[in-house]
């Protein structure tokens, strides 16, 4: 976050921060509530996110409605795309993390994809848990060890603060789109929202006031933001791709920090891909016989797995990759598609006085594709001057 806020400026990437939260929220709240809608249309228990894209499309315009199996198709491609990047981007940030720690106590500069190859046994092992529920030991972890980080180091953000006369309170016009993917990155979760509420015991829980999404997305932005204006603050254009990564590493504190955030990091892979495995599956089983079915999916978990590891050693790179993931597929999973499910699915005398929904979901259809296109490029743009 103080990367991305070092990309936006201090002003502009304070309230940028927050309007992208609210957004993000927003898209999942239409999610979830055109869910339910489609789920009482066609008497339907629970969808995940493709199903709901799947009815918004039967349920629409009859000039839509051949586009209902594509639609379900592209949301679980988008799916896959998304957290499979996310998890490349786990993999970078974890290897990177032990690599300025071990190096600094043997003494040598040892290159990370070796780090990313040690840490194979551990994100197989992870790939392999079925079930969301195995993974709240690991979850219950990756929180307390996540908490103990962000407390030490708000403790070196909040010392030692640079004047806001010393940075930009907005930054050039190409850094922008980093700002946005970076940030987008960073906060959307929207492949989760619907494995999650359909396992929750009070469904109904999830939607309102407070209500477990208003809750946890407001105290995920306003960590965020604090973090990043605080981050930018105190090591001003001299911000890395992690804040973790600019802690100095010769502290033993600063040391507990890289090491716990990676711990929580990693303890998240599994959750993070838990979403596309269990897609990829449900379209391969049937190319196994009861029989094999197990040993199947093994393979297919394994083999996904090291796609992520593989990926994450030709970008190694942290900055460039995760505005590219934001920009390339978070911006369209969580933005561009809950707005379609939502225009499609109140199509029919529900878009409201004068039509506000249907202007409102243009607006994000065209905040989403400024930043796919924008980030992207200038992240492409990144990567190839990094293999220069």
């Given at each position: 976050?103080?990367?991305?806020?070092?990309?936006?400026?201090?002003?502009?990437?304070?309230?940028?921060?927050?309007?992208?939260?609210?957004?993000?929220?927003?898209?999942v709240h239409?999610?979830v509530?055109?869910?339910?809608?489609?789920c009482?249309?066609?008497?339907?228990?629970?969808?995940?996110y493709?199903?709901?894209?799947?009815a918004?499309?039967?349920?629409?315009?009859?000039?839509?409605?051949?586009?209902?199996?594509?639609?379900?198709?592209?949301?679980?491609?988008a799916?896959?795309?998304?957290?499979?990047?996310?998890?490349?981007?786990?993999?970078?940030?974890v290897?990177?993390?032990?690599?300025?720690?071990?190096?600094y106590?043997?003494?040598?500069?040892?290159?990370i994809r070796?780090?990313?190859?040690t840490?194979i046994?551990?994100?197989?092992?992870?790939?392999?848990?079925?079930?969301?529920?195995?993974?709240?030991?690991?979850?219950?972890?990756?929180?307390?060890?996540?908490?103990?980080?962000f407390?030490?180091?708000?403790?070196?953000?909040?010392?030692?603060?640079?004047?806001?006369?010393?940075?930009?309170l907005?930054?050039s016009?190409?850094?922008?789109?980093?700002f946005f993917a970076?940030?987008?990155?960073?906060i959307?979760?929207?492949?989760?929202?619907?494995?999650?509420?359909?396992?929750?015991?009070?469904?109904?829980?999830?939607l309102?006031?407070?209500?477990?999404?208003?809750v946890?997305?407001?105290?995920?932005?306003?960590?965020y933001?604090?973090?990043?204006?605080?981050?930018?603050l105190?090591y001003?254009?001299?911000?890395k791709?992690?804040?973790?990564?600019?802690?100095?590493?010769?502290d033993?504190?600063?040391?507990?920090?890289?090491?716990?955030?990676?711990?929580a990091?990693?303890?998240t892979?599994?959750?993070?891909?838990?979403?596309?495995l269990?897609?990829?599956?449900?379209?391969?089983?049937?190319?196994?016989?009861?029989?094999?079915?197990?040993?199947?999916?093994?393979?297919?978990?394994?083999?996904?797995?090291?796609?992520?590891?593989?990926?994450?050693a030709?970008?190694?790179?942290?900055?460039?990759?995760?505005?590219?993931?934001?920009?390339?597929?978070f911006?369209v999973?969580?933005?561009?598609i809950?707005?379609?499910?939502?225009t499609?699915?109140?199509?029919d005398?529900?878009?409201?006085?004068?039509?506000?929904?249907?202007?409102?979901?243009?607006?994000?259809?065209v905040?989403?594709?400024?930043?796919l296109?924008s980030?992207?490029?200038?992240s492409?743009?990144?990567?190839?001057?990094?293999?220069?």
């Open positions: 976050m103080p990367n991305a806020i070092k990309n936006g400026g201090l002003l502009f990437g304070a309230v940028g921060t927050l309007v992208i939260g609210f957004v993000c929220a927003h898209c239409i999610l509530k055109s869910s339910h809608v489609l009482r249309r066609t008497k339907t228990p629970k969808m995940t493709a199903e709901t894209a799947c918004a499309f039967q349920c629409g315009p009859k000039i839509l409605r051949p586009f209902a199996n594509f639609s379900k198709v592209f949301v679980n491609a799916l896959c795309a998304t957290y499979v990047g996310g998890a490349c981007v786990y993999v970078v940030f290897s990177e993390s032990i690599k300025q720690v071990a190096d106590y043997s003494g040598m500069n040892i290159p070796l780090y990313m190859v840490l046994p551990a994100v197989v092992l992870l790939g392999q848990i079925r079930n969301l529920k195995y993974l709240v030991p690991f979850s219950m972890i990756a929180n307390i060890s996540i908490v103990i980080g407390a030490i180091m708000m403790y070196y953000l909040f010392e030692d603060i640079k004047p806001i006369s010393s940075v930009n907005v930054a016009l190409p850094q922008i789109p980093k970076t940030v987008i990155f960073a959307e979760g929207i492949g989760v929202v619907m494995p999650v509420e359909n396992s929750m015991k009070k469904p109904h829980h999830f309102g006031c407070p209500g477990v999404l208003n946890t997305m407001s105290t995920v932005v306003a960590l933001a604090i973090i990043g204006v605080f981050g930018y105190k001003g254009d001299a911000t791709g992690s804040v973790t990564f600019s802690l100095e590493i010769s033993v504190l600063g040391q507990v920090v890289k090491l716990s955030i990676a711990l990091v990693l303890f892979y599994g959750l993070q891909y838990s979403v596309p269990d897609i990829i599956w449900c379209s391969m089983k049937g190319w196994f016989s009861h029989q094999y079915a197990g040993i199947g999916e093994t393979i297919v978990r394994f083999f996904m797995v090291m796609v992520t590891v593989c990926v994450a030709l970008v190694p790179e942290l900055d460039p990759f995760i505005s590219l993931v934001g920009a390339l597929f911006s999973l969580g933005i561009s809950p707005a379609i499910i939502e499609i699915s109140c199509w005398g529900h878009l409201g006085t004068c039509k506000w929904r249907l202007w409102k979901n243009l607006l994000l259809l905040f989403s594709v400024f930043a296109i980030g992207s490029w200038m492409i743009m990144d990567i190839i001057n990094l293999y220069k």
